[in-house]
C-alpha cells in the first residue's frame, strides 16, 4: 500500500470513528474507481489474512455510500456502491472458485450489506453483479453461499428493470454478439435459462435450486426451472443429497408445474431403484417421503397433484410411489379418495390378470402388465422397517378396507379376482404384524372390531388372526384380554362366530392360565344366560375348545395340564345337558361331529369321560324288560302337555351309539381301559345296543301308537304328537342304523340287522314324508335322506364296500392295499356286506346321506373335511361311473341303473356326487386334487389330515386328461341305452365342465403344462359338437350341459393354439418378436361352432314358426344341413337362444377390456416414444386391428339372431344384444377419437361397415315386423273418444295389464336400441370429421330412427319397467365389468355414456 493509499485509508478511519460518514463519502468521490475498488480488495484481503471477519473499511464505505444517497447526492452514492458491491461480489466469486467454500461467518456481514444496498443500485449495477454471478456459474457450477440470501432478490431487481443497452461485456464477458436494447424482464429470463443450461456443482446445486426456487418466476420459467432440478437429481453423486434437492422442488412446486414435478420425482426413483436397490436408498426414500408429506400439509393443491398421477397412471406405479400414496392417505383430507384408488387398483390389478389370461386371442397382441400387486405389497411391507415407518399404518389400513369391500362385493369385479386379492392382502397383514411391532395392537383391534360388529368379512379376518396365533403366539398374547372383551358380547354373535374365534384362540387356551381362566369364566355366564342364542354360541364355542384340547392327545404332547383342562371343560359340557331341549340338540350335533373325528376316538380321556356323562342318561331312558313296546320309552320325551319334544333322544342315542363303538373295539378298550370293571362296563354297554337293535328291528308302527293313515301335520295337537313321536322312532332307529353299520363293517353283528332297521327306517319315514304336508297340501320333507343321521365318515366306509373298487378288490398291489392284510381286511369287509350291496334301495339311500353331507358343506358349520370330499369323489368314480364306461363289453349292472325313489338311479347319484365335489373343492381351490385322488388314489390322499402335500402340476393335469375322456365316454354310453338315461347324462356334464374349467385355467395361466390341455378341451368342445349335431334327444338340460361345454372350450378352438404367446414389452420394443400373424381361419375355428349352432337353431325356429324370412346364405343351405326338429324344438330353442345370448355377453365383456387395454397401450406408446417422432403406434394398431377382426367375426352370428323373428320375447334378447354390440362399439370409436394417433385401419371400416349398414338393417327390420304393431294399437287409444278414455278409468282385465306391460317394455326396449345407434353414428361421425376421412356413407339412415310407441294414455308408464330395458320378469344376472373399460372419456359425452347399463 503506498503513502497516498495509507494517508486515504487513515482519513477514512478518523471520519468513520467520528460518524461523519457524508464527508467520508465526499472524500470517496474524489477518488478514482481504480482507487476505491483497492480499497474494499485490500480491505477484504486484510480482513481475510487475520481471519476477523469485521471488514471495517469496506463497510464504512457502504455506510458512506448509503449517507449520499440519503443527502441527495445520488450519482455519487451509486457510483460508491456499484463500485463496492461489484467488487465484493468478485471478491467472494474468486475465493469460492480457487479455494475451499469460505465459512459462512465469513461474508455474513458483506452478504447483509449486499442485500441492504441493494435497492439504491442503478440498473447498470444490478446488471453488472447479476452476470458476474452467472459467469462465476458457468466458470465454476457452483454459487457461493454468501448469495443464498442476495440471488433471488438480485433477479427480481433485475426484472424490475427497464429497457437498457446490453453489449458483450456488459454481460461479464458472455458470448452475446453486438449491441441490443433490453428489459429487465428479458434479462432476467436469459439469466435463469443461461443458469438452466449449465452443469451444476453436485454439492451447490441444492443452493442454487433455493436460489432460483425463491425468485418471482413466470409459469413457463417455473417449468425450466423444474425441469433442471429434475436433471440435477440424476447427477447427485452422494445419495444423501436427494432429500434436499427434492424438498426445493416440492417448494418450487407451490408456484406450479405440480403434475409434472410429481411425475418427473416419481420417475427419477423408479430407475434409481432399477440401479440401486438398496437399504441406504430406502432410507433416503423414507425422508422424502416426510418431506412430500409436510409439503402436501402445507399445499393440499400438492396432493390433488398426487391424486391425479394416482388416477392416470396407476397401473405404472412403484413400490416409493404406492409408499407415498399411501403416506397421502395419512391426510384426513385425501383419506377416503386415495383409499378408493388403491383398494380398486389391487381389485382390478388381479382382475385384469384373470381376463387377460382368458382372452386369448388378444393375449399376444397385449402389452406386459407393468404392475404386480403381490411384489409391490410385498416391497413396501419389507420396506417400513429401513425408513418407510410412516407408511406401514396406512398399508394395514388399506388392506383391512380392501379385504371389507372385496368379500362385501362391494366392487364389481369377479369373485376370483377378490378371492386373490383377500389372500393378498392377509398376507400383506400377517407380514406387517410380524415385522413391526407398533402395528399390532391395531391389526388385533380391528380384527376385534370387525367380529364384534358381525361385517361381512369376519370370519375372514378370524382366519387372520388364527395365523397370527399360529406364527407367533407370544405377541398375541399381549392382546388376549382383547378377544375376552369381545366374547363378553356373544349375545350379538353368530354361534359360527364364537366357535371359529375359540379355534383360533385354542393355542391360547392350552398355553395361557389366566387367559383360560378368563374365558372359562365367560362361557360360564353365557352357558347359563337368559337368551338361547348366547347359549348357543357358547355351547360351540365349548366344543372348540375341547375339540382343540383334543387334537393336543393326537399330536403326543398330552400331559397332566392338559387333561386338567380337558375335564374342566367337560364339567361345562355336562352341566350344558341339562338344559333345555333345543340346547341339548345342539350339544348332542356337536358331539356326534367331534366322535367322528379320528384323533377324538384314540383320546381315551375323552372317551371314558364322555361315558361317565352320557350312560347313566341312557339308563333312564332305556327299557330292559322285552315285554315293553320299545326299548326306548319313546313317551319320556314327549311333553304330555304340548307334545313337543322334551328330549332329543335321537342325538343322544347317535352320540352314544359312537361312544360304545369306540369303546368297545379292542384296540380301544385295552388303551381306554384302566380296570377290568370298566372293561365289563364298556361290554355291557355293547350288549345293550345289540338288544336295542334287535328290537327296534322287530317294532311295528302299531307298537307307539300311531296310524299310517293318521294326521302329521302340525295344525292339530294329534297332527303334532304324532309327528313328534314318528320323528323320535325315527331318530332311534337311525341311530341303531349307524352302530349296526359300524360293528356289522368290523363282523361284531350279523350284517343282515342293519338291513332289517332300515327297513324299518324306511316305513316310517315314508309315512312321515307322505302325511306331513303344509296348509297347500305340499310335502315339507322332500326326501327320506333328510331325516337321516348317518355320519359322512360311516356313510363313506359302507359305500367303499357295496361298490368297491374292483382293481382294489382284485388286485392285492393296488395303492390303497399297503400290503396283504389289508387287501385281505378290504376283501373281507366286502364280503360281508354283499347282504347291503343287494339292496338297491339301501345303497341309493347312504349315497344320498353322503352326497347331501357335500351338498350342505358349503355352509360354514357344515364344513366337510377335503379328503372326505375326494373319497367321495374316489367311490362314485371306481364303483360306478367306470363299470358305465365300458357297456358294449362288460354290460352296465342292473342295481346301477335302476331307478328307485324319486327316478334316481346310482348312476345319476354317482354323477351328482361327482359334480358336487368337484364343485366344492373348486370353490376351495383344490380341484386339482381330485383327478389324482380318484385315477391315483393313495392312503394319504384319504388320510384324516388330507393330503401332506398338493400334487404336482403335470400329474394334476395327466390325471385330468384322463378323467376327462372316462367320464366323456360314459356319457356317450348312457346316451346309447334303451331308455336314454338323460338325467344322468345331464349331471356328468355338469361335472365335466367342472373339469374342463380347471384345464382352461391350468391353459392360461400355465402356458408350460398346455399342450396335453390343450389336446383335451380341444377334443371335448368337438366331442360336445358333434353330440348336439348327432342325434339326441331334444332335452333342454342336456343340450344346455353340451353347449356350456363348447363355450367354455370355446379358445381351444383355434387352428393353433396360442397360449404359449407372451404379451409384449412397450419398453424394449427393439427386442420383441413380432406377434403372431393373424391367421384368417383363426375365428372361424373358434367361433365356428357356435356360429353353426346358432343358425341351425333359428332355421329351425323359422320352420317351425312358418316364417319365410331368412338370410341369403341359408337360402342356400342343402338337405342335409336342415336341421333336427326332433332336437330343436319349442322346448330347446329358448334355452339355446339364452346361451347364445349369454355367450356374446361374455365376448362383447372381453373386447370393453381389451378396449380399456387398447386405450391404455396407446397412451404408454405416446409416452415412450421420442419427441417430434411421428412414428406410427405399431403395437396399438396392430391390437386394434386384432379388436376389429374378432368384433367382426362374431357379426355374422347377430345376423342369423336378428334374421328370425323368434316366439314370444326371445327376440327382446336379440334385440337386447344387438344393442351391447353398439355399446361396445361406441367405446371402441371413443377410444380412437381420444388416440387421435390411432389411424383409420381397414378393419375398422369392416366393422363398421358391417355393423352401421348391414346390421342395422336388419335390426330396422325386426323391429318393425316384430314391434311395429303395437303402435296401431298406441295410435289407437290415443284417437279414441273421451268417453272411452272415462272407461278407461275403470279396473282392467289381468289381460289389459300384461298388454299395457308388454307396451311399456317394447317402448323402451326400442328406444334404447335407437338411443345406442344413434351414439354410435354420433361417435363415427366425430371421427370422420378429427381424422378427414369419409366415414358418412356407412352410416344408413332409416325411418326407423323416427320409431316411437305412444305410451300417453298407458295406465302403467315406463316406470313399470326396469331402467335398462329388461322386463320385471326376465332380469339376467348381473356379471361385473371392470370400470377401466370405461373409464377416460371424452367430457363432453361423459353424462351420456353414463347411461349405459352395466351387466
Known amino acids: 500500500m503506498t503513502n497516498s493509499d495509507s494517508g486515504l485509508v487513515t482519513q477514512l478511519a478518523n471520519l468513520g470513528k467520528a460518524r461523519d460518514y457524508y464527508n467520508a463519502g465526499k472524500l470517496l468521490a474524489t477518488q478514482t474507481d481504480e482507487a476505491i475498488c483497492k480499497l474494499v480488495e485490500d480491505d477484504l484481503s486484510a480482513t481475510a489474512a487475520a481471519n476477523t471477519g469485521s471488514n471495517t473499511l469496506t463497510m464504512l464505505i457502504f455506510k458512506s455510500g448509503s449517507t449520499l444517497f440519503e443527502r441527495g447526492s445520488g450519482a455519487l452514492g451509486d457510483r460508491i456502491l456499484g463500485i463496492a458491491c461489484g467488487t465484493c461480489v468478485c471478491q467472494i466469486c474468486e475465493e469460492s472458485g480457487s479455494a475451499d467454500e469460505p465459512e459462512g461467518q465469513r461474508w455474513a456481514g458483506i452478504s447483509d450489506k449486499l442485500l441492504e444496498v441493494l435497492p439504491l443500485l442503478q440498473p447498470r449495477s444490478v446488471i453488472d453483479i447479476a452476470f458476474r454471478i452467472l459467469a462465476e456459474l458457468k466458470t465454476s ?183 407415498c400414496l399411501l403416506s397421502l392417505a395419512r391426510i384426513h383430507r385425501f383419506s377416503d379418495a386415495v383409499m378408493d384408488i388403491l383398494r380398486k387398483l389391487l381389485v382390478s390389478s388381479e382382475h385384469d390378470a384373470d381376463v387377460r389370461a382368458a382372452t386369448v386371442w388378444a393375449r399376444p397382441y397385449l402389452a406386459k402388465a407393468s404392475l404386480d400387486v403381490r411384489q409391490l405389497l410385498k416391497s413396501v411391507a419389507e420396506r417400513a422397517s429401513f425408513g418407510w415407518e410412516q407408511v406401514t399404518q396406512a398399508l394395514v389400513q388399506l388392506c383391512l378396507n380392501t379385504i371389507d369391500y372385496t368379500v362385501a362385493r362391494r366392487i364389481s369385479y369377479s369373485a376370483a379376482a377378490c378371492a386373490q386379492t383377500q389372500i393378498l392382502c392377509t398376507d400383506t397383514l400377517q407380514t406387517a404384524y410380524a415385522m413391526h411391532s407398533f402395528v399390532r395392537a391395531e391389526i388385533i383391534d380391528q380384527i376385534m372390531n370387525r367380529v364384534v360388529f358381525q361385517t361381512d368379512a369376519h370370519m375372514h379376518f378370524i382366519g387372520l388372526l388364527q395365523r397370527l396365533v399360529a406364527d407367533d403366539i407370544d405377541t398375541v398374547r399381549a392382546h388376549a384380554s382383547r378377544i375376552v372383551d369381545v366374547l363378553e358380547s356373544m349375545a350379538v354373535m353368530a354361534p359360527a362366530t364364537v366357535s371359529r374365534l375359540l379355534q383360533a384362540a385354542a393355542p391360547l387356551f392350552l398355553d395361557d392360565p389366566q387367559f383360560r381362566a378368563s374365558l372359562i369364566l365367560v362361557l360360564r355366564k353365557a352357558l347359563f344366560a337368559r337368551g338361547t342364542d348366547e347359549r348357543r354360541a357358547a355351547l360351540d364355542g365349548l366344543f372348540a375348545l375341547i375339540t382343540s384340547t383334543v387334537q393336543v392327545s393326537a399330536a403326543g404332547t398330552f400331559d397332566s395340564q392338559h387333561l386338567a383342562v380337558l375335564l374342566e371343560v367337560l364339567g361345562l359340557l355336562r352341566r350344558s345337558l341339562t338344559q333345555q331341549p333345543e340346547i341339548r340338540t345342539v350339544a348332542y350335533q356337536r358331539l356326534a361331529v367331534l366322535l367322528d373325528q379320528p384323533f377324538a376316538l384314540a383320546c381315551p380321556p375323552l372317551l371314558n369321560a364322555l361315558y361317565g356323562v352320557l350312560a347313566p342318561e341312557f339308563a333312564k331312558f332305556y327299557q330292559h324288560d322285552h315285554s315293553a313296546d320299545s326299548p326306548i320309552n319313546i313317551q319320556q320325551c314327549i311333553n304330555p302337555a304340548t307334545s313337543r319334544v322334551t328330549m332329543p333322544i335321537a342325538g343322544f342315542l347317535l352320540c352314544y351309539a359312537k361312544l360304545v363303538t369306540a369303546l368297545t373295539d379292542s384296540t380301544s378298550i385295552v388303551s381306554a381301559s384302566d380296570s377290568s370293571s370298566s372293561g365289563s362296563a364298556y361290554k355291557s354297554a355293547a350288549d345293550s345296543w345289540e338288544d336295542l337293535c334287535t328290537r327296534f328291528a322287530r317294532a311295528q308302527i302299531e307298537d307307539y301308537e300311531l296310524d299310517p293313515e293318521g294326521e302329521y301335520s302340525l295344525d292339530s295337537p294329534v297332527g303334532v304328537r304324532n309327528n313328534s313321536t314318528v320323528r323320535l322312532v325315527i331318530g332311534c332307529v ?98 360281508r356286506a354283499e347282504l347291503w350291496a343287494a339292496n338297491t334301495q339301501f345303497v341309493r339311500h347312504v349315497f344320498e346321506v353322503a352326497l347331501a353331507h357335500v351338498s350342505a358343506s358349503r355352509t360354514e358349520a357344515l364344513d366337510v373335511e377335503t379328503h372326505l370330499v375326494l373319497l367321495l369323489a374316489y367311490i362314485a368314480y371306481s364303483g360306478v361311473l367306470v363299470r358305465c364306461a365300458n357297456a358294449e363289453q362288460d354290460p352296465i349292472p342292473a342295481n346301477l341303473i335302476a331307478r328307485g325313489m324319486r327316478s334316481r338311479s346310482l348312476v345319476m347319484v354317482a354323477a351328482e356326487a361327482l359334480a358336487a365335489c368337484a364343485s366344492v373343492l373348486t370353490a376351495r381351490n383344490a380341484v386339482g386334487i381330485l383327478p389324482v385322488a380318484v385315477m391315483r388314489p393313495s392312503p394319504a390322499m384319504f388320510a384324516s389330515n388330507g393330503p401332506t402335500s398338493p400334487p404336482s402340476l403335470s400329474d394334476s393335469v395327466e390325471c385330468m386328461v384322463a378323467l376327462v375322456a372316462k367320464v366323456r365316454n360314459v356319457v356317450e354310453q348312457l346316451l346309447s341305452l334303451k331308455p336314454v338315461l338323460l338325467r344322468e347324462a345331464t349331471s356328468l356334464l355338469g361335472a365335466l365342465h367342472s373339469l374342463a374349467t380347471y384345464l382352461a385355467h391350468v391353459c392360461f395361466h400355465n402356458p408350460s403344462q398346455h399342450t396335453a390341455a390343450y389336446a383335451s378341451l380341444n377334443e371335448l368342445a368337438r366331442w360336445a359338437y358333434a353330440m348336439i349335431d348327432g342325434e339326441i334327444p331334444g332335452d333342454p338340460p342336456l343340450l344346455k350341459g353340451l353347449v356350456a361345454l363348447i363355450i367354455c372350450c370355446q379358445p381351444f378352438l383355434q387352428s393353433q393354439p396360442m397360449f404359449a404367446s407372451s404379451s409384449i414389452d412397450l419398453s424394449n420394443l427393439g427386442a420383441n418378436e413380432e406377434p403372431l400373424a393373424v391367421h384368417q381361419d383363426m375365428d372361424e375355428h373358434e367361433l365356428g361352432p357356435m356360429n353353426r349352432l346358432v343358425a341351425t337353431t333359428c332355421i329351425a325356429s323359422r320352420l317351425l314358426t312358418n316364417d319365410a324370412a331368412g338370410s341369403d346364405d341359408e337360402d342356400n343351405m342343402n338337405d342335409e344341413d336342415e336341421p333336427n326338429l326332433n332336437l330343436y324344438t319349442l322346448r330347446t330353442i329358448p334355452a339355446l337362444v339364452t346361451l347364445a345370448v349369454t355367450w356374446l355377453k361374455g ?98 371400416i369392416e366393422c363398421l361397415s358391417q355393423i352401421c349398414t348391414t346390421l342395422n338393417q336388419r335390426a330396422f327390420s325386426l323391429v318393425t315386423e316384430k314391434y311395429g304393431r303395437f303402435m296401431a294399437d298406441a295410435n289407437e287409444s290415443k284417437s279414441e273418444k273421451p268417453a272411452k278414455k272415462k272407461q278407461s278409468q275403470l279396473p282392467r282385465s289381468s289381460g289389459g295389464v300384461a298388454k299395457t306391460k308388454m307396451l311399456s317394455r317394447n317402448s323402451v326396449l326400442v328406444s334404447s336400441l335407437i338411443y345406442q345407434m344413434e351414439l354410435s353414428e354420433k361417435y363415427v361421425a366425430k371421427l370422420a370429421a378429427k381424422t378427414k376421412t369419409p366415414l358418412a356413407h356407412y352410416l344408413k339412415r332409416s325411418s326407423m330412427h323416427d320409431f316411437r310407441i305412444n305410451v300417453a294414455d298407458l295406465a302403467e308408464p315406463l316406470a313399470t319397467t326396469s331402467h335398462d330395458g329388461y322386463s320385471y320378469d326376465e332380469q339376467p344376472e348381473e356379471i361385473p365389468v371392470p370400470e377401466s373399460a370405461a373409464e377416460d372419456s371424452l367430457d363432453e359425452d361423459n353424462q351420456e355414456q353414463s347411461k349405459r347399463p352395466r351387466y
Not at 244 to 267: D, N, P, T
Not at 739 to 751: F, H
Not at 791 to 818: E, K, Y
Not at 1218 to 1228: I, K, M, Q, V
Request: net charge negative; charged share 20%.
Open 734 to 831: 337311525d341311530a341303531a342304523i349307524e352302530y349296526a353299520l359300524g360293528r356289522g363293517m368290523d363282523g361284531a353283528m350279523n350284517p343282515a340287522q342293519a338291513i332289517e332297521l332300515f327297513s324299518m327306517f324306511s316305513r316310517f319315514s315314508e309315512i312321515l314324508c307322505a302325511r306331513f304336508v303344509d296348509d297347500k297340501r305340499r310335502r315339507v320333507i322332500g326326501s327320506v335322506c333328510e331325516l337321516s343321521q348317518i355320519s359322512m365318515r360311516t356313510a363313506l366306509r359302507v359305500l367303499a364296500v357295496v361298490l368297491p373298487d374292483r382293481q382294489r378288490l382284485n388286485s392285492p398291489g393296488h395303492p390303497l392295499n399297503c400290503n396283504t392284510d389289508s387287501h385281505n381286511t378290504f376283501a373281507a369287509q366286502t364280503g
Open 1147 to 1244: 365376448e362383447l365383456q372381453q373386447m370393453d377390456w381389451v378396449i380399456g387395454q387398447l386405450r391404455k397401450c396407446a397412451s404408454a406408446e405416446l409416452r415412450l416414444r421420442p419427441d417430434h417422432d411421428d412414428e406410427d403406434l405399431h403395437v396399438s394398431i396392430r391390437l386394434e386391428r386384432r379388436l376389429c377382426m374378432r368384433l367382426y367375426a362374431l357379426t355374422p352370428i347377430l345376423m342369423h339372431m336378428l334374421s328370425t323373428q323368434f316366439a314370444g320375447t326371445l327376440s327382446d334378447q336379440s334385440i337386447r344384444i344387438f344393442t351391447d354390440l353398439h355399446r361396445t362399439f361406441a367405446l371402441l370409436t371413443r377410444t380412437k377419437l381420444q388416440a387421435s394417433e390411432l389411424p383409420i385401419t381397414e378393419s375398422y
Open 141 to 323: 457450477g457452483s454459487l457461493p453461499s454468501a448469495f443464498g440470501n442476495y440471488l433471488p432478490m438480485l433477479l427480481d431487481t433485475l426484472g424490475v428493470i427497464g429497457n437498457v443497452e446490453i453489449t458483450a461485456e456488459d454481460l461479464g464477458g458472455l458470448e452475446h454478439g453486438g449491441s441490443v436494447t433490453r428489459t429487465g424482464a428479458e434479462l432476467k429470463a436469459y439469466w435463469i435459462d443461461s443458469a438452466c443450461s449449465y452443469k451444476w456443482h453436485g454439492q451447490a446445486a441444492a443452493r442454487i435450486s433455493a436460489g432460483l426456487r425463491e425468485t418471482a418466476l413466470s409459469t413457463s420459467q417455473i417449468e425450466i426451472v423444474g425441469r433442471r432440478i429434475l436433471r440435477q437429481l440424476n447427477a447427485v453423486s452422494e445419495l444423501n443429497e436427494l432429500p434436499a434437492m427434492v424438498y426445493q422442488l416440492l417448494l418450487l412446486s407451490r408456484h406450479g408445474s405440480k403434475q409434472e414435478i410429481v411425475s418427473g420425482i416419481f420417475s427419477f426413483f423408479e430407475n434409481l431403484e432399477q440401479t440401486n436397490g438398496t437399504q441406504a436408498l430406502w432410507d433416503i426414500e423414507g425422508t422424502v417421503m416426510l418431506h412430500i408429506g409436510y409439503s402436501i400439509k402445507q399445499d393440499f393443491e400438492l396432493g390433488q397433484a398426487l391424486e391425479t398421477y394416482a388416477r392416470e397412471q396407476g397401473d405404472d406405479l412403484t413400490a416409493f410411489s404406492f409408499a
